[in-house]
Structure formats: structure tokens, C-alpha cells
């Protein structure tokens, strides 16, 4: 899809959630599709370090983020953002995708689930890049009064911190992108900071470890 | 559609005495009871796509021994409402919220299949609240399958992924086929084989809603069995050890579609000092529905009268 056509914000359904998918800037080409981190919203504006990138830049707020739907009693998961990243996939039919933080481990869920249409992934540091470990800790249960009734849903900022991320589990979905992504170095880790998931994941052959602008560039047709 | 709106009765079954709402972080959870207002309270937690007037044969034998049975519809499942997101940890707080209606007094707690499970991360966020756990074919193990390759495995993750996005999408709008009593009984049997069509055919009548155009489970269609995701079922057993109430475990070997394929060798090595564990041949994984009496009086015997 060209940008040009597009209208300023697209609204893409899953599940119950109204999600809003932004263009940031339009442009000829494949889209770029940037996945904000736990607790922030889509850019308004297209940052500058995308300039350099020729197709339209969309941003899309993640379920009880930014202007999506703020869902009533929590139950998110990694999976169930992942459910949101593939509706705005679809929206696009194909994209290079550039995560921050949560933003960026969903976003190589979604280069391993749909490989074929997603090409490659830049996973940068930002909010909830660690997530919950890689086992479950004692249990707890917790009902976060904190909030006004407005996005960032507080269940999101709970639960989605708590979130359970074995590296061989993410392993899975760069196995996956490398078997079927269009492109021959499908996953990049941009991130300074390295929780044992992305520890796994950087270390894994033909796991591409650069700057951001660096593997932006390497994307680009 | 010409199914009228019938009562089908059942031989034993009793619905519950009470039904009440609560407020689960914004989502309408329903609670139920069959007994003496006034009697000590037993909690149970039913299964996935179930509901909790599954236990509308196996409650009332419970209560004749003196026993209050509180029970829930998980969201999505029943009465309660349907979510606009599902997990584990939702399930455990709309749990951790039927709980802490009952009152502060310790109470023994019973769980089936998923609500197993639950029921052993409740008492170790909660060890103060339970006198007794008691878990009937709720334990969960890695599956074995010794007949597939590592890739193999992988590839059929790759296709559950896709699948399951794939679902995702079509969801939004998605509501449940419409049917006569005898077509949501015979679908359900795909699933519950080992119980019997008149005791389906009630479960309509119960778990079922009669619109217009037939009837429809409520269960939210956008619930879906199976999926994927970084769970180990490992995780659960290793609840196990530290547990500090009694414990009794109940596994039936019979192996269903519904079931978890535990054997007693998963089991074993975890259980805690002093726990008691049933395995019963010829019993599959709906123990409770499948052999009510036979279930009620070891959980009984296990539990005690109530004081």
C-alpha cells in the first residue's frame, strides 16, 4: 500500500480492540511499521532518524495504549499484541517492522509468525524490553487502581511487565523468520540493553547485531 | 429452527440455590451456590468451556454432607460476561475476586482441568486461605510425542501460529452455530466422549442460551482451544512441592480429547510430603460428572464434614 492513498489514521479491528494505526509520513514503497514500547503510544510525526527510509511510515498503538481501545479487567499478553501487530499487517500486506522494547520483542513474534510478509525486524531498547524473565516467580495477584479511566491501561503496564519470555521460545520465531522472510538477514538487534530472551536471540546465527540507522538502511529495496 | 425453549431434566442434577455478580476489575463475574447460606463454604473451579452448572449433579452431594459449594463462570464461560482479553493472569484475579467475596476464613478448594491448575497458583499466592486443595485431572505435563522430530515439532508450531492469527482476524464478528438441544449435545460429545447424550442435552439447557434461531453455548466465540505461547505445563507441577495444606490429587487414565495425557510418573516426583493421589482406571478426564458420588465421597473423605 502507498501511503499516498492512505488516510492519516486507519482503524484496524482485533478481537474487541479498535486499534489506531498512524501515518506518519507517506512515501512510495514498502510501509515501515513502528511498535511503540510498554506504556507509550505511536509517534505523531514521523521521528527523523526513519528519513532516510522511501515508503510510508505508519505507527500503530498496541490494545489500551495511545487511541486504541481501553479494554475492561486486563488478561494481556505478548501474544494477544501480537494478534494486534498482524491486523495492522494486514492492513499494509507487507512491512519492515521497528520495535521498541515490548514494541520490539512483538515485533519479532510477528517476523516469525508471518514471516513471509514481514521484512525483517529492528529490535530496539525502550519500555518493557525485559518483560516477566524467562519463568514464572512466586505468584501474586494484583488489582492496579492507579489510572484515570485513560490509555495506558494500568493492567497493560502490569501485567504485559510480567510477561514470560523463555529464550528458546523466542528463539522459535527467529527460526521461523529465517525458514520464510524475503529478505536474507531478517532480525536485528539494535538493543543495548539485553535480557536473556534477546541475549538468545543476538547470539543466534545470522542474527544481525548493528545501530538502528545502520539496520534501517540495510532494509531499505 | 424449530427446537421450543424446553426444561430438560436430568436425573440428581439441582441448579444452584444463589446467583450473584460480581465486579472483577470491570468484568462481570457470576457466582454461584448450592446449600445452606449459613454453611462453611467449598470452593470449586471448573474447567475450559466449561461453566459452572457442570457441576450441578456433583454440588448437591457435596452439600448433603453439610458443605456450602461456591462456584464461578469463568469470564467468557456461562453467566459471566465476555472479555475483551483473555489470560491466565485475568483468570486468576477474577479467581482472587470470588474468593475474597466468601469472606477471610480458610476453606478447602476443589478444581477441575484448567481450574486445577488455577487452583495451585491460588494457594501459592494465598497459602492463608485454603485447608484443603483438591485437584481432579488439573495436572498438567510436556506432552509426549516420541514419534515426532524436533523440526517436526517446529513446524507444527509454525502452523498453530499461523492459525491462530488467522483466527484473530476473522474473530471481531464471530458468533457461535445455532442448534437444537440434540446438535449442541451431539457437538459437545465430540469433546466430552465419555458422558453420556441425556446429560449433554440438560448441559444445553443449562450452559445454553435460546435465541431466535436455536441454541448457543455461551461460551465467547472468540475463546479458542489449543494455541501456543511460552507456558511450559512444567511450571505448574513445580507448584507442587512447596504446597503447604493437604493435598489430593485425582487423575482418571482414561485419555480424552479434553485431557492432559498425565500419567502418574509426571505426578509423582513433585507431590508434596503427606499428599494423598488417586489414579482410577476406567475413569476419564470429567471424573466428577463421569463418577459424581464416587468423586463426592473421596473428596469427602479427604475434606471431612464441616465443623
Redesign the interface.
Same mark, same amino acid.
Given at each position: 500500500m502507498s501511503g499516498t492513498d492512505s488516510e492519516p489514521t486507519a482503524w484496524v479491528r482485533h478481537g474487541r480492540s479498535d486499534l489506531a494505526l498512524q501515518c506518519l509520513r507517506e512515501g512510495e514503497g514498502r510501509a515501515l511499521l513502528l511498535l511503540h514500547g510498554l506504556g507509550e503510544r505511536a509517534p505523531t510525526v514521523a521521528p527523523d532518524w526513519v528519513a532516510p527510509w522511501p515508503g510510508p511510515v505508519w505507527g500503530l498503538d498496541f490494545t489500551g495504549h495511545g487511541r486504541s481501545t481501553l479494554p475492561r479487567g486486563g488478561g494481556y499478553t505478548a501474544e494477544m499484541l501480537l494478534g494486534d501487530a498482524d491486523a495492522a499487517l494486514e492492513h499494509l500486506g507487507e512491512a519492515t517492522v521497528v520495535g521498541r522494547g515490548l514494541g520490539g520483542y512483538v515485533g519479532l513474534l510477528l517476523a516469525g509468525a508471518r514471516a513471509a510478509r514481514v521484512h525483517g525486524v529492528i529490535i530496539c531498547d525502550g519500555p518493557g524490553i525485559a518483560g516477566g524473565g524467562i519463568q514464572p516467580g512466586s505468584p501474586f495477584v494484583v488489582f492496579p487502581r492507579f489510572g484515570h479511566g485513560e490509555t495506558p491501561d494500568p493492567f497493560a503496564m502490569v501485567e504485559l511487565a510480567r510477561d514470560v519470555r523463555p529464550p528458546d521460545y523466542a528463539l522459535n520465531y527467529v527460526r521461523f523468520a529465517f525458514e520464510s522472510a524475503p529478505v536474507p538477514d531478517p532480525v536485528v538487534v539494535a538493543a543495548v540493553v539485553r535480557p536473556e530472551w534477546l541475549s538468545a536471540v543476538a547470539v543466534e546465527p545470522g542474527v544481525i547485531e548493528c545501530e538502528r540507522s545502520e539496520a534501517l538502511a540495510s532494509f531499505i529495496d | 429452527m424449530t427446537d421450543d425453549i424446553e426444561v430438560v431434566h436430568y436425573p440428581g442434577a439441582k441448579r444452584p440455590d444463589r446467583r450473584e455478580t460480581l465486579d !472483577? !476489575?470491570?468484568?462481570a463475574i457470576s457466582k454461584v451456590e448450592w446449600g445452606d447460606p449459613s454453611a462453611p463454604p467449598l470452593l470449586f473451579a471448573h474447567g475450559g468451556f466449561d461453566f459452572a452448572e457442570t457441576l450441578n449433579v456433583f454440588a448437591p452431594l457435596l452439600v448433603a454432607q453439610g458443605w456450602r459449594v461456591v462456584s464461578w463462570d469463568h469470564?467468557g464461560h456461562g453467566h459471566s460476561a465476555w472479555?475483551?482479553?483473555? &489470560?491466565w493472569?485475568?483468570d486468576?484475579?477474577?479467581a482472587?475476586t470470588v474468593l475474597e467475596s466468601i469472606g477471610p476464613a480458610p476453606l478447602p478448594m476443589l478444581g477441575h482441568s484448567k481450574g486445577g491448575a488455577l487452583t495451585l497458583?491460588?494457594a501459592?499466592?494465598?497459602p492463608h486461605r485454603f485447608t484443603h486443595l483438591v485437584n481432579l485431572d488439573g495436572l498438567p505435563s510436556r506432552r509426549s510425542m516420541p514419534d515426532i522430530a524436533e523440526h517436526e515439532r517446529?513446524r507444527m508450531?509454525?502452523q498453530e501460529?499461523?492459525a491462530?492469527?488467522d483466527h484473530?482476524?476473522r474473530? &471481531?464478528d464471530k458468533q457461535r452455530r445455532p442448534g437444537t438441544i440434540d446438535e449442541l449435545a451431539t457437538r459437545r460429545g465430540r469433546m466430552n466422549t465419555r458422558l453420556d447424550h441425556d446429560w449433554l442435552r440438560y448441559l444445553v439447557t443449562v450452559g445454553g442460551r435460546h435465541d431466535g434461531d436455536g441454541w448457543r453455548w455461551r461460551i465467547d466465540p472468540?475463546l479458542r482451544m489449543g494455541?501456543?505461547?511460552?507456558?511450559?505445563p512444567e511450571?505448574s507441577m513445580l507448584r507442587l512441592p512447596g504446597l503447604s495444606m493437604p493435598f489430593l490429587a485425582v487423575l482418571g487414565l482414561e485419555l480424552e480429547v479434553m485431557g492432559w495425557g498425565t500419567r502418574p510418573n509426571d505426578v509423582l516426583p513433585y507431590l508434596p510430603p503427606g499428599a494423598h493421589f488417586e489414579q482410577l482406571e476406567g475413569i476419564g478426564h470429567f471424573m466428577h460428572i463421569e463418577q459424581p458420588q464416587l468423586i463426592a465421597d473421596m473428596v469427602i473423605d479427604f475434606v471431612g464434614a464441616p465443623e
Open positions: - | !472483577a !476489575a470491570g468484568v469470564r472479555a475483551d482479553l483473555y &489470560s493472569e485475568a486468576l484475579r477474577d482472587a497458583q491460588l501459592e499466592a494465598f517446529t508450531l509454525a501460529l499461523g491462530w492469527l484473530r482476524r474473530v &471481531s472468540t494455541g501456543f505461547g511460552p507456558w511450559r511450571w
